[in-house]
């Protein structure tokens, strides 16, 4: 997708965020609109993320702005060049480019050591020498103030000597931090002295081992904004008590003030968002990495089959909030099967493969009948498909005592075969010892082909099918929500681990699919026609064997779980 049609696909809704924009414009507060989307490289991107992107780079080419990348990559402990990669990836894969604008808060350790300096000689900041316990116990709490250090009050000198000491390494890890001198007893527990560096003896992926004293996230987030004259500053709602510590340090610093505005995080029903939990199960083993397509990782859904155009349109349906609330994850797959539904090609797989034997069709016949690839778009053309004596059939589509209602095939009733011919169904073969139906034979009625208009014989069912001769083998993977209950995080004494669905992989080895499909390209999706929306698997397939992963099923199954239980 073009940088023009995705600025066109972003007018599509006012939201709270656009109206403050364009108050800002009309009154000249600003006369440009310039965003950031400042991800920490500490894990992979998930679709939380996926709608903080959306809006910050939709603004930026809504308004013919800018928006930057930055890595807040202020931790050296947790961060990876791995992390850093894949993010550039996900953001390039949803359609968007930060051209030239590729920033690291390291990038301003430097300006930020000066910026503490400038602070300390204001007696705005100090060097502290109690431990991070005894901090956490004097901050107070929000109906108690908190009590000031007692190393608060060190001469300016002291303080510059002790912080130019933590810089060149003289200390140990915990020995002494640099906080921000505020209000301890404030109503706000963020200004209460908050830390602005600590000592980490730890080489960073970018900067080595040049420095061992790192910012926190509360001191850097707020000058990088600043330093590249960011104009609005698009945080979630958990950063708004945050706010005024980052006008504080602006204020005291005496630089440019970026206009921060929070909106509320995505919050998916049946999902995990917290990267920490998700990093647990990819430590832990329970899931296959990261681009596990059970994973709400951008990565993970990329590989489940997800196409960026879902993606972005979820997000513009979810919109922007002030409060947090949980979208049912229903929305999400509706996203992709209406995106699917225009672009994937018409496929015949059968899962559940039961073998039928139209007794008389000729022997050594093969037909080849044209079949539709996309109904809602003829531009995709048609493909053959090959017709024999044999034909397997998925088990569903076979009752021998059926239910009511039940138009597919039973023992002396009729159904149409997709693209082919009506059968009827003649005789039931079954194992001597499991009783287990294992073969149909069936007849079929020559003038009854597809399209040929030869025949006033109709069937209530339709069914799809493959040629047995024809067909290849090719595993089949149905994945499931990952976690069996809306929230599972929400009860209290349980890990969320304990709410992992049993049945969100199941893993099928004899799928009988079209022959068409055994040139499937990696990444290439389908529709497999009455089973839902499936792509080939870009780590396990190989060439001439692809593994298909289920992206979403036809319909909404889960509602009709959900409705059934209560």
């Known amino acids: 997708m073009s940088q023009e049609e995705i600025k066109n696909e972003s007018k599509k809704q006012s939201n709270f965020i656009r109206d403050i924009i364009d108050e800002d414009l009309k009154s000249g507060k600003h006369n440009r609109v310039h965003t950031r989307f400042p991800p920490e490289p500490n894990g992979y991107l998930h679709i939380g993320h996926a709608k903080s992107i959306c809006l910050n780079f939709g603004l930026a080419n809504d308004y013919n702005g800018l928006c930057n990348l930055r890595f807040d990559d202020t931790n050296p402990t947790k961060e990876e060049q791995e992390y850093v990669d894949s993010i550039k990836e996900d953001i390039r894969w949803l359609g968007f480019d930060w051209q030239d604008r590729e920033y690291y808060a390291s990038d301003y350790f430097d300006q930020l050591y000066e910026y503490a300096i400038k602070l300390i000689k204001k007696s705005k900041a100090y060097v502290d020498s109690l431990t991070a316990d005894q901090i956490r116990e004097t901050r107070g709490t929000p109906t108690e103030a908190g009590k000031e250090s007692p190393y608060r009050n060190r001469s300016v000198e002291e303080n510059l000597e002790l912080f130019y000491k933590m810089k060149t390494g003289d200390f140990k890890e915990g020995e002494y931090v640099l906080r921000a001198k505020i209000d301890m007893a404030s109503p706000n527990l963020n200004m209460r002295d908050p830390v602005m560096y600590r000592i980490l003896h730890k080489s960073h992926h970018r900067t080595g081992n040049k420095w061992c004293i790192y910012p926190m996230y509360d001191w850097a987030h707020g000058q990088s904004d600043s330093i590249e004259k960011i104009t609005h500053s698009l945080c979630t709602l958990e950063f708004e008590n945050h706010r005024p510590l980052y006008d504080w340090f602006v204020q005291e610093l005496e630089i440019y003030p970026p206009r921060q505005i929070e909106f509320a995080r995505l919050n998916l029903s049946y999902t995990i968002v917290s990267k920490r939990k998700l990093l647990s199960l990819v430590e832990g083993k329970l899931v296959d990495g990261w681009d596990d397509p059970r994973m709400p990782t951008i990565s993970g859904l990329r590989r489940r089959g997800y196409t960026p155009d879902s993606i972005r349109n979820f997000s513009e349906r979810v919109g922007m909030a002030k409060r947090e ?60 498909l090959p017709f024999s004596k044999e034909i397997f059939i998925d088990k569903d589509d076979f009752k021998e005592v059926p239910p009511p209602k039940f138009h597919r095939l039973s023992p002396g009733k009729e159904v149409r075969l997709r693209y082919a011919y009506i059968i009827s ?141 209560k």
């Open 425 to 565: 169904c003649d005789e039931v073969i079954k194992d001597k010892n499991s009783g287990e139906v294992i073969e149909l034979r069936c007849t079929y009625f020559p003038d009854t082909k597809s399209g040929s208009g030869t025949s006033s014989k109709k069937a209530k069912g339709t069914i799809h099918w493959v040629s047995a001769q024809h067909a290849f083998e090719a595993e089949v993977r149905l994945y499931d929500r990952l976690f069996s209950v809306e929230d599972p995080e929400g009860e209290e004494g349980k890990e969320f681990t304990e709410f992992l669905n049993p049945s969100s992989l199941e893993i099928l080895n004899n799928c009988k699919l079209e022959p068409s499909l055994k040139k499937a390209l990696s990444g290439e999706k389908f529709q497999f026609e009455r089973i839902g929306y499936f792509c080939v698997d870009t780590k396990y397939s190989k060439e001439n064997s692809p593994v298909f992963n289920r992206i979403v099923t036809l319909r909404d199954s889960w509602a009709k779980i959900e409705q059934a239980g």
């Open 325 to 384: 609330n949980t979208i049912d994850v229903s929305l999400l797959e509706f996203s992709v099967r209406e995106d699917l539904n225009l672009k994937a090609r018409r496929v015949m797989a059968v899962l559940n493969p039961l073998k039928v034997v139209i007794t008389n069709y000729p022997d050594d016949q093969t037909e080849e009948l044209e079949a539709i690839n996309n109904p809602e778009d003829h531009s995709m053309g048609t493909r053959t």
